[in-house]
């Protein structure tokens, strides 16, 4: 696409008269020129992070000072850092394991026509659609022990009383499910998109050929559904990674750090001990692990996408 | 996939009751809280109490009335009403805001070729892949020096971390695909660069546009971290609002799961309007 615009923009250039094609040189940085200010707006505080993180800044001081690595150091040494760091790459590492195939499954089974399968899809997006913060307490009430609804679903089988939330284990699983409740159904959505933009030619080929669906999936749609499985590893890590919202609603990184993040170790750390340049040498952390994994995902995926199967290349 | 001839029509059955049970348990699944969270703000504070919950009771809109400040309000009840309206302003002015600045980045991107121009574009998709609270962190400093602290306008402007990049990428790509031959007609009939687009390229682009206003307003009032972090009472969105709720004394679960189902049924028509352009949406055009 931008390949043909650019060559129909070309032709039109040797058409108009040389002052205008001097105009178009600094007319689309004038367009683009507010949207440029925003962005310069958002390095700057970025840029301020990168330096907060070299210093011992506290809220509740006024003075601060240059102390280099220091925080990056102390870091390395902190148990609390270091157990909401592996909570956190714990809690992506086995959401994506359960997050992918459950959403693989579900596109497969909507991806067939059959009676209400058009409302379904549409119901779908509704986890989508809520703040995840709204989602946590809904779970929350879904979970309380006494009055939620899991736990009466659950009397029948002698399971009473269960504190979900208060228990370290439970309000970890649970965390897990209430994640995994609101990404598969875009994990799902993707994949959908993905199944119904396959070419029909190669299966109809192996169906007549008989081949067992195990060999379909594995040599045929695996494959050519590679860029939007990329695409969806991109989305997904990058959000689970920072994932804050359905936590604070819900355990508030409790009971004894079970479920605490590396966002949740973060905010703590700055409302309630006020080590803002502490805070921010953490936070640091997950920007360098999120940007590594998105850069390295984006690049395959952009390689992925060159072979044509839906996916705009760019 | 097109399926066997089936020899046997047992088998067959037997398959389609499997996919329709399958298909039960997903719409149970999906939708079990969404219920959970319409009864609960039916019911009345000793039902919802109640060991073991009950499913018959008598539904009452109690929760409703003192959410909007009817009647004994309890605590954080009629300010529930300042709080979604704080969504609007914010949400809203975010959303206007970016479609203001970002409209003609998105348009250059589109249509034209210059120097560091994919670079530029990707840094406002990077806004989206970088941890919020690297941002706000810093500014929650910054904004207290500038007298942006607690203010819309302040908030507004950190909303466009959410609300610009989602603009820019997907105004991009619709812009991209509309037919460039007719604007190129009009230019060389002599109209000016912005009539031609007012009056050529937006409106050719609607359906699209609409969807991305849409979806960037829904993004928008999801959020949740940057009205907690850089803002107070009178400026904070529903999303933190409905806190007040649950850290008081005791949870009242009837008012805050009224709340809740005031707070979602407004973007949850607008989500189902779009839905045919969500999933673009939400992978930034990657996804047509």
Do not use: C
């Not at chain 1, 800044?57 to 240059?66: A, G, K, M, T, V």
């Not at chain 1, 997950?286 to 994994?293: G, H, K, S």
């Not at chain 2, 047992?10 to 499997?18: F, H, I, K, Q, Y």
């Amino acid at each position: 696409m931008s390949v043909a615009s650019s060559h129909e923009l070309g032709t039109v250039r040797a058409k108009v008269p040389p002052r205008t094609r001097r105009q178009q040189n600094w007319f689309p940085f004038l367009l683009s020129a507010p949207a440029l200010l925003a962005l310069i707006g958002v390095l700057y505080p970025f840029f301020t992070a990168i330096y907060y993180s070299l210093t011992d800044y506290r809220l509740i001081r006024q003075i601060y000072n240059f102390i280099g690595f220091q925080n990056y150091l102390q870091l390395l040494r902190d148990s609390a850092f270091l157990h909401a760091l592996g909570n956190t790459l714990l809690l992506a590492g086995v959401a994506l394991i359960i997050e992918l195939p459950l959403g693989f499954g579900i596109a497969l089974l909507l991806s067939r026509p059959a009676r209400g399968i058009g409302i379904l899809r549409s119901l779908l997006l509704l986890p989508l659609m809520l703040p995840p913060v709204i989602t946590g307490f809904m779970w929350k009430a879904m979970l309380a022990p006494d009055s939620g609804l899991v736990n009466m679903l659950l009397s029948p089988f002698g399971l009473k009383n269960i504190a979900w939330l208060s228990e370290p284990l439970l309000a970890w699983l649970s965390i897990l499910f209430i994640e995994v409740w609101v990404s598969t159904p875009f994990v799902a959505l993707i994949l959908l998109s993905g199944i119904q933009a396959l070419p029909k030619e190669p299966f109809e080929a192996a169906d007549v050929d008989g081949a067992p669906f195990g060999f379909i999936f594995r040599k045929l749609m695996l494959p050519m559904l590679k860029p939007f499985i990329i695409l969806v590893l991109m989305f997904r890590i990058v959000d689970v990674l920072k994932l804050f919202d359905v936590i604070f609603a819900t355990t508030g990184g409790g009971p004894l750090q079970a479920t605490e993040t590396l966002s949740i170790s973060v905010y703590k750390e700055v409302f309630q001990y006020y080590n803002l340049g502490y805070a921010i040498a953490k936070i640091m952390v997950l920007f360098v692990i999120n940007y590594v994994a998105s850069f390295f995902l984006a690049s395959r995926w952009r390689k992925a996408s060159t072979f044509d199967t839906g996916v705009a290349a760019r | 996939m097109t399926d066997h001839v089936q020899s046997r029509p047992n088998r067959e059955w037997l398959r389609s009751a499997g996919i329709y049970l399958a298909m039960g348990l997903l719409l149970v699944y999906i939708l079990l809280p969404i219920l959970w969270i319409f009864i609960l703000s039916v019911k009345s504070p000793s039902d919802i109490v109640a060991v073991p919950p009950k499913l018959l009771f008598r539904p009452t809109i109690k929760n409703y009335s003192e959410l909007f400040g009817y009647g004994a309000s309890l605590v954080g009840g009629s300010d529930f009403l300042a709080y979604f309206k704080n969504s609007l302003i914010v949400s809203g002015g975010a959303v206007l805001f970016s479609l203001i600045i970002g409209i003609f980045a998105a348009y250059a991107l589109a249509r034209f070729n210059f120097k560091g121009k994919e670079n530029i574009a990707f840094t406002f998709l990077s806004f989206r892949f970088v941890p919020e609270l690297t941002i706000i962190l810093p500014l929650y400093v910054i904004y207290q020096k500038l007298g942006l602290y607690n203010t819309y306008f302040g908030l507004i402007l950190v909303y466009q971390l959410v609300t610009l990049p989602l603009l820019v990428w997907l105004l991009r790509s619709y812009f991209e695909e509309l037919p460039i031959n007719i604007e190129h007609a009009a230019r060389t009939d002599g109209y000016p660069w912005f009539s031609v687009f007012w009056k050529i390229t937006l409106p050719l682009a609607k359906p699209g546009l609409a969807a991305t206003v849409i979806l960037s307003f829904i993004l928008a009032w999801n959020n949740f971290i940057f009205g907690l972090i850089l803002g107070s009472k009178s400026t904070q969105p529903v999303t933190v609002g409905i806190l007040s709720f649950i850290s008081s004394q005791e949870v009242q679960w009837g008012q805050m799961a009224a709340g809740t189902v005031v707070a979602i049924l407004p973007e949850i028509i607008l989500a189902f309007m779009i839905q045919r352009y969500l999933i673009r949406g939400l992978t930034f055009g990657a996804v047509k």
